[in-house]
């Protein structure tokens, strides 16, 4: 038995017909999907790019910040064998290293470039802090209690021009009151190694044996605090809250998502704001089906008047042209989300192709931190855009449909004989 199409249906169909491309409609209609098609793929791609750099850099971040800090709320944290002890016991404990921070500087020529000098363990930092294997001259285990040896980033090196081996002189912004006056503190220290993990660690960070910093420092037996890893950092906030709690003693808590806050919420607020944009062109695009429906009502005004005289009413009239719309806007959607997964997917590899072939270099290492396009196709962005893109184009169809419902019969067949 041969079931019948509804009768709305059957002509919206039979009005968005693709498989003509010498027919005036099917032309109108191509255009339509493939200007649909088109910024559903921009929107998945660059939506798509955005997560990838996000993911990519909170990645780094986290392989070189402490997922949580524990410290005083006074100077020095003087019983930190017996905190890191404490915290042991929580179930997203997985290491934690003791750490004293101060400011310094360096004098090369006239310049002077401040930075911060760390004084660790070299025992301990790899737990924390990936130091051992991003030394690329140099060993970590050099620096050794009393030898004041120092491990520069490779950007801090550079600035420094400072290789293996070479002394320098580390300038202490704390005022010493002799006859001669009040001067800053000196202390010369030997470059035993040089470190490259790709993030601001490079430029303005230099390591020290802890005990050496806590004599610059003028530190006993304390320290600045703990850095703590986890093994989900996303439950840092979660611990922060718990070891508040647990421990006897009230101490500062500051987890990655709080010290690195405002960098991330830039980044949400950024692919917001970008989706958006990118949502008013696909609107555009979308649009462009109004005209497209407009086209098709004019040209097929004697259709409608004689369907109109054979009984039709005018919600099946419109039905007629929203099915039309609904289909151009479905075929074009999903054009777009194909084109668009596939382009994400292989963008990485498009890009690296394009820069070998032009010899370009598209990103810069020292100012994104990756060298490399990345994507990260996400199927909640993919869903979201989608529905946007046939929810517009239903929307767009609203119009023409309306106007197409209040031709005039009569008046229309007059025109057309």
């Given at each position: 038995m041969k079931i019948m199409k509804p009768f709305s249906l059957f002509i919206g169909l039979r009005y968005t017909n693709l498989r003509k491309p010498d027919h005036f409609i099917s032309f109108i209609s191509l255009v339509s999907v493939i200007g649909i098609a088109l910024g559903v793929m921009v929107m998945i791609t660059v939506m798509s790019v955005m997560n990838g750099f996000s993911k990519e850099i909170r990645t780094r971040i986290l392989s070189v910040t402490p997922h949580l800090t524990v410290s005083s709320f006074t100077k020095d944290l003087e019983n930190w064998q017996e905190v890191q002890a404490s915290i042991q016991s929580h179930p997203q404990y997985m290491a934690s290293a003791p750490f004293i921070d101060g400011q310094a500087m360096f004098m090369e020529g006239q310049q002077i470039i401040g930075i911060g000098v760390r004084g660790i363990l070299p025992e301990q930092i790899e737990e924390v802090f990936p130091l051992h294997s991003a030394m690329i001259a140099g060993k970590a285990d050099n620096l050794k209690a009393g030898s004041f040896g120092i491990v520069l980033g490779i950007g801090l090196a550079n600035s420094l021009g400072a290789e293996l081996g070479d002394t320098l002189t580390l300038i202490i912004p704390e005022l010493t009151y002799t006859l001669a006056g009040a001067t800053p503190r000196f202390k010369s220290v030997k470059v035993v190694g040089i470190f490259e993990v790709g993030y601001l660690y490079d430029q303005n960070v230099a390591f020290l044996h802890m005990a050496d910093a806590a004599k610059l420092f003028k530190m006993r037996q304390g320290v600045s605090g703990l850095q703590v890893k986890l093994h989900d950092p996303f439950q840092s906030p979660s611990m922060a809250r718990d070891l508040k709690k647990s421990l006897v003693k009230p101490y500062a808590i500051v987890d990655w998502t709080v010290s690195n806050g405002t960098y991330f919420s830039a980044v949400k607020t950024e692919k917001t704001m970008m989706f958006f944009t990118l949502l008013l062109i696909l609107t555009i695009a979308v649009f462009n089906l109004v005209s497209t429906l407009v086209m098709v009502v004019t040209d097929k005004k004697g259709d409608i008047a004689l369907l109109r005289t054979l009984g039709a009413s005018t919600q099946k009239i419109m039905a007629i042209f929203v099915v039309q719309g609904a289909m151009i806007g479905a075929i074009g959607t999903s054009l777009g989300v194909v084109l668009g997964a596939?382009?994400?997917?292989?963008?990485?590899?498009?890009?690296?192709?394009?820069?070998?072939?032009?010899?370009?270099?598209?990103?810069s290492k020292d100012v994104y931190f990756i060298s490399f396009l990345p994507s990260d196709l996400l199927l909640s962005d993919v869903l979201l855009i989608a529905s946007c893109a046939f929810g517009l184009s239903l929307l767009a169809t609203l119009w023409p449909a309306w106007r197409a419902a209040q031709i005039e019969p009569a008046k229309a067949l007059r025109q057309d004989g």
């Open positions: 596939t382009l994400s997917l292989n963008v990485t590899r498009l890009v690296d192709f394009i820069e070998k072939i032009f010899q370009v270099q598209f990103l």
